[in-house]
């Protein structure tokens, strides 16, 4: 994928499977799309279906981090999350936000 015209991602996570797969995470430079519009594309990898997307915000900023929410919702609402398969070096917590209004899906802490 050539998300954002650039050849490859600027940041990337690899979370495991307690199987022993992974879930490769994909995040590309925010772009200006339009006037006060930038895009940030994302890839989830690895779950049972692969997920491309982004987020929308009015600068590069608000995007990026429009788009790690959007990646911690998909990754925390994944089967794979709600059985505790999916891990980020062993831990439930995958190291991404979700919208204040989402809290309760992030893991609590000692799970």
């Known amino acids: 994928m050539s998300a954002s015209g650039i050849r490859h991602p600027i940041a990337e ?7 022993g797969g ?7 430079a925010p772009e200006r ?3 006060g519009e930038f895009r940030c ?12 997307s982004h987020a929308i915000g ?11 929410e959007k990646i911690g919702v998909e990754l925390y609402t ?3 999350a709600k059985s505790g398969a999916l891990r980020l070096d062993g831990e439930l917590d995958l190291g991404f936000p979700v919208p204040k209004g989402l809290s309760d899906l ?4 000692g799970s």
Do not use: C
């Open 106 to 109: 992030l893991p609590k802490v």
């Open 41 to 52: 594309a994302y890839q989830i990898q690895g779950m049972t279906v692969a997920r491309e």
């Open 58 to 68: 009015a600068d590069g900023i608000q995007a990026l981090m429009l788009a790690f």
């Open 33 to 35: 799309i339009a006037d």
């Open 22 to 28: 992974h879930v490769d995470v994909l995040i590309w």
């Open 78 to 80: 994944s089967d794979d």
């Open 13 to 19: 996570r690899h979370l495991q499977l307690t199987n």
